[in-house]
């Protein structure tokens, strides 16, 4: 039996190198789209987060003001020790109302 000539080598050595380029690059897209997909759950996760601590923090704010405004409706002075105590400390507990407070 003859051995197969150097053609026929280069031949099956390149098609072998395609058929193996080309599921190197079949995997690296798999892996691609599994990737954007793990990270497109996490992304969603992070904004359902952002949006319910956002939601209680706005809650939070609104009863602390809600606390102060009824004080000023009982008839309590604007810049009496009361209200001054109750907007320092909804400033205290509330980073938000904080953040407010600076601007």
């Known amino acids: 039996m003859q ?7 280069l031949a099956a050595g390149i098609a ?5 380029l080309l599921a190197l690059a079949a995997l690296a897209l798999y892996d691609r789209s599994e990737l954007f997909e793990r990270l497109q ?3 969603e996760l992070l904004a359902r987060l952002y949006a319910e601590r956002t939601g209680a923090q706005v809650d939070a704010a609104a009863r602390a003001l809600a606390a102060v405004a009824a004080r000023l409706e009982r008839g309590q002075r604007s810049d009496g020790i009361e209200v001054r105590t109750a907007l320092a400390q909804a400033r205290v507990d ?3 109302l904080r953040g407010i407070a600076v601007v």
Not at 3 to 9: F, S
Not at 16 to 20: I, K, P
């Open 16 to 20: 072998l190198m395609a058929a193996l």
């Open 94 to 96: 509330l980073p938000a």
């Open 3 to 9: 051995a197969p000539g150097p053609r026929v080598t």
């Open 41 to 43: 759950e996490r992304n």
